[in-house]
């Protein structure tokens, strides 16, 4: 029997409750069994259609124990309710035995959504059990821990009868979930350069490949370089933090691995920023030292580069690492343990596990970009999260053209290889679509992480082969168009996979993945589904709260504000207490995205709460207003910048009023006005999300992520006459 830790069993009341575990064993069978006051206790609920295993029914069959089988397909609400009148009367606890469907890796739970919102608006008061089994956690994916971990058994708090008692119980289990994930040893002990150090050393053939040359650096040479380098960089400077400008590749690698080695926060630059935001930047983090190439300078003449003196050229700091002097350095470093190359590097002692490991600045979607520092904690929490939901092994490869100024290049295209012994073929510019389809063909690409704008740009220059080897594509930073998914599975046979992320929580919160195949007579759980971005991942936690009332949780399928909570996400801004109070409460985080949660626990992102308008009661998604108008003027995305933005202007009748800035539109004339009203009415939307106004504009003005910068539109809005 597995060893197994119970909590929260004062939270179970002598009144009899419905129990729901989000999954069983026999072992935890028992051991709620037990908690729950024994076999006198307890009747066992099962549904006909989704058995438990062979083995929990023949345990109920030799104890001959109290309970009874009901099917959700058969009988009503009322009638499985009044089947368990008797068990209550006799003041037992009734506990559902879920089976275990087809799933993805690490899913939260086994129950369907359909049997968890079976007991919605029923007299019944619900008990929700969270087990942390292997597969529940982002553990089960880190070989680096013991396989003897004990099972953890949560009983939470008990449901009152209501319309958001399935909400309340899906969202329990989550916050469960990442609960006991951020006091796993993985996160209570988290090393982000002892971590980096052991991985390098344990998968010393995967590589980097510069998609511009072919060349190739192996892991053990990126750990000698950055050795190297990390002895450096603390001669060159006593400061906590580094900038680091330089765009995805071998030299970018080697000195963000380097900062980390020498207990230095790297924060990587937005290269495209203007003047004013980037001497904002170095101001807020401090930072009086960067790491570039000269090269790269001299490409990039239009940026606000530092002083000379102030840049430290990385090609010139490792130019005697050559010939026999590297060699010398391989055997050097292949000969010592992880723990004797930290003691070189003087890590003696284990960072706090939330103090500062490197900084990021946001793109600036709700105003100015906000320093997020990034600890130890999140960020190995967010590569565990991320590494449970792939099937992939050492040697696999990631395309990494992601700036690595962003979370996800930072962590998905640049960390998750090196941690988890990938190879990644970087390149500089996302811009060169044709090169990037040559390197997904010719590397046999599994993993690639792309905005639409970009997938648009690949699918107009690939050829049907060429995502042949792709086993998961993420589109992310924007809602997934509709015709670039049928584009994709007609023309590629590839599923693109939606997903969402946020600087605060790191990289990824939640994304589809492909869905399982049953067996026969299986049933299965989804695991994704057009329009949502998929469940969010292990160790993290989401609940959807009324905007207008953050304390007051929405029933699943409600829009309301996305809260995460988890060891990945954001516990303070960088030296802004007001944006950290108005976004935090307690442990949980204010997104400031309007998205909805469904009972298979898929999320949809619907916005941010800035781009929604009040029109005559009804919230209204300016971003979906812009998909629909895409389809009506038949714009297709593309990189050569946005072509239409919506904004609202406040309206003494309506509440507020939809002003559509457009590129297109360079006269407009009434007719135009006409033509996208009855454009959006036949694509079956109200006439209330019709624009009241076309402003012509040269440009749109956007942020370097990509997204409308959405006070400077609302300015050439309201300025237009």
Known sequence: MSKIITEGTGNIPDQPMLILPNRVSLDIMQELEKALGGSSRVAWLVENSLRPAADIMQHLQQTKAAGTVFSIEQQTQAQVVELLRRF??????????????????????????????????????????????????????????????????????????????????????????????????????????????????????????????????????????AFRLARLLKRHTSHRRL??????????????????????????????????????????????????????????????WPRTRDLIYIEQELADMSGSRLKIWRLFLRMLTPEKIAHRLRLTDTPNPDSEAALLFTGGTS???????????????????????????????????MPIYRSFGLTVGMLMPLVYGYDMVTYPATRAARRLCELIRNYDIRLVIATPALT????????PDTFTSVDYYFVIGETLPAGLLTDARQRFRLHLLAGYGLTEATALVSVNLPSPTPAENEQ?????????????????????????????????GAPGMVWLKGASV??????????TQSRTRGSWFCTGDIGKLDADGLLTILGRRNRFSKIGGEMVSHEHVELVLSRVLKITPDNTGRKITIVGLPDSARGERLILLSTVHKIPHPHDLITIRY??????????????????????????????DYPACLRLATEAK
């Not at 994930?181 to 995967?206: C, G, V, W, Y």
């Not at 105003?367 to 939901?389: D, F």
């Not at 648009?456 to 050829?463: E, G, R, V």
């Not at 949502?532 to 905007?547: C, E, K, S, Y």
């Open 88 to 225: 209550a009367e006799q003041r037992r606890h009734l506990v559902l035995l879920p089976g275990h469907p087809a799933q993805q890796r690490a899913a939260l739970s086994d129950i369907p959504a359909r049997l968890l919102t079976f007991f919605d608006g029923s007299p019944i008061p619900v008990l929700p059990v969270y087990c942390a089994s292997g597969n529940a956690g982002p553990e089960d994916a880190l070989t680096s821990l013991p396989t003897d971990e004990p099972l953890q058994l949560r009983i939470l708090a008990p449901i009152k009868p209501g319309p958001a008692q399935s909400a309340r119980v899906l969202t329990g289990w989550l916050e469960a979930s990442a609960d006991i994930f951020r006091h796993h040893p993985l996160t209570e002990d988290a090393s982000l350069p002892h971590l980096l150090i052991s991985a390098l050393k344990a998968h010393p053939e995967a590589c980097v490949i510069d998609g511009i040359d072919d060349t190739r650096m192996s892991h053990q040479d990126v750990l000698v370089y």
């Open 243 to 304: 900038g680091i400008i330089l765009p995805p590749g071998k030299l970018s690698t080697i000195a963000n691995c380097a900062c980390i080695l020498a207990g230095i926060s790297p924060v990587n630059i937005d290269y495209h920023a203007s003047e004013e935001v980037f001497r904002s930047i170095v101001r807020r983090a401090d930072i009086t030292r960067f790491i570039t190439e000269e090269r790269f300078v001299t490409k990039l003449r239009d940026f606000a």
């Open 367 to 401: 105003g100015n970009a906000k320093g997020v520092p990034l600890t130890h904690r999140m960020l190995i929490a967010a590569l565990a999260e991320a590494q449970s939901r792939l099937d992939l092994t050492p040697g696999d490869r990631f395309l990494a053209a």
């Open 456 to 463: 648009h740009s690949l699918f107009h220059l690939a050829t």
């Open 524 to 556: 299965s759980l989804p695991s994704s589904r057009n329009g949502t971005v998929g469940a969010p991942l292990p160790g993290l936690a989401v609940r959807i709260m009324d905007a207008a009332r953050e304390e007051q949780l929405l029933p699943l």
């Open 570 to 579: 954001l516990t303070q801004y960088l030296n802004d207490e007001e944006a």
């Open 679 to 708: 454009g959006i009415m036949n694509e079956g939307y109200p006439a209330l999300w019709c624009p009241d106004k076309i402003v012509p504009v040269a440009t749109i003005p956007v942020l370097s992520n990509g997204q409308p």
